[in-house]
């Protein structure tokens, strides 16, 4: 499924895709097929720059993204691929020891942790622990590719001229929100992240304006309830933030794995009655700027 946000707008093609939109742990089941099991992965991608993908974060989605990006006919041309992070939290990570491309010699990996606050100093030992013989047969330094890490600090570039910038977030651990923006075109992301009893006003002015605002939308208000400190938001929180930031689309995703697709198409029907530019992210749907 793909929605456009061009508008016939003069520029670069600016492409956002999800590949895993599931919060917390993948989910396997037929009632789970129409929002997709994998967790969080999504792409951008942009004809300004044909030699460049990026990716944020390694879910387990970002197995399908590698295959997907293989199977493109400019896969050869592609010199490297940025994966950028929100955070290390295990659904955000799952998926990289299967990152087809990460293996591929041709190729330059760039793991890049933006956000000088970090708490960590070593981007590589967070991969390279995962990747230990206890939990995985191929070390980090085995997988073939071109693998650098990076904390870029200033001239933040994701895909071609996009200019970057992060937010830190209200997250067990931390997280960081990105907002990107190419030709006069705003893409802002913000998943794992908790409001409190108000909305987090740094968030709605980190977003304001943005044509397409990602944020996440785990809970229920009675189920955020419950789940104080998770570092979650709910679906009215989501709806809050795109309405006093004026983004122009939503789009909510970090679906909890207990939520099936009737439960999350009830809630994208009741979400469309109060701002009808919103949907639930799906796996597979791709937004072009
Ligand atoms: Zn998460
Ligand atoms: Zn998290």
Redesign the pocket.
């Known amino acids: 499924m793909t929605i456009d946000l061009n508008l016939n707008r003069p520029g670069p093609l600016l492409k956002f895709g999800f590949y895993g939109t599931r919060g917390s742990i993948p989910v396997a089941h037929s009632d789970f097929l129409e929002f997709g099991g994998n967790t969080t992965c999504m792409s951008l991608t942009s004809d300004d720059i044909p030699e460049a993908a990026s990716v944020i974060d390694a879910g387990t989605g970002i197995r399908g993204f590698g295959k997907a990006l293989k199977a493109m006919p400019g896969y050869p041309d592609i010199e490297y691929i940025n994966i950028v992070f929100t955070?290390f939290?295990w659904?955000?990570i799952q998926g990289f020891p299967f990152f087809d491309p990460a293996y591929d010699p041709g190729i330059q990996i760039r793991v890049m942790a933006m956000g000088t606050d970090r708490e960590f100093k070593d981007l590589k030992q967070v991969f390279s622990d995962q990747m230990q013989e206890r939990y995985f047969p191929v070390k980090l330094e085995e997988m073939g590719s071109d693998m650098q890490f990076i904390y870029p600090e200033s001239d933040r570039r994701l895909v071609g001229n996009a200019r970057v910038e992060v937010i830190e977030q209200n997250?067990?651990?931390g997280?960081w929100g990105y907002r990107i923006e190419l030709a006069g075109k705003t893409i802002v992301v913000c998943t794992?992240l908790e409001h409190g009893e108000n909305i987090d006003m740094r968030i709605v002015d980190f977003a304001i304006g943005a044509d397409l605002l990602v944020h996440e939308a785990q809970y229920t208000n009675e189920e955020l309830e419950l789940h104080r400190g998770w570092?979650h938001s709910s679906y009215d929180q989501a709806l809050k933030v795109a309405r006093l930031a004026d983004v122009g689309y939503l789009v909510m995703t970090h679906h909890d794995p207990d939520h099936d697709d009737a439960f999350l198409l009830a809630r994208e029907k009741e979400c469309q009655t109060i701002m009808p530019n919103c949907c639930l992210a799906r796996e597979g749907m791709e937004f072009v700027l």
């Open positions: 955070h939290h659904d955000h997250h067990p651990g997280s794992d570092g």
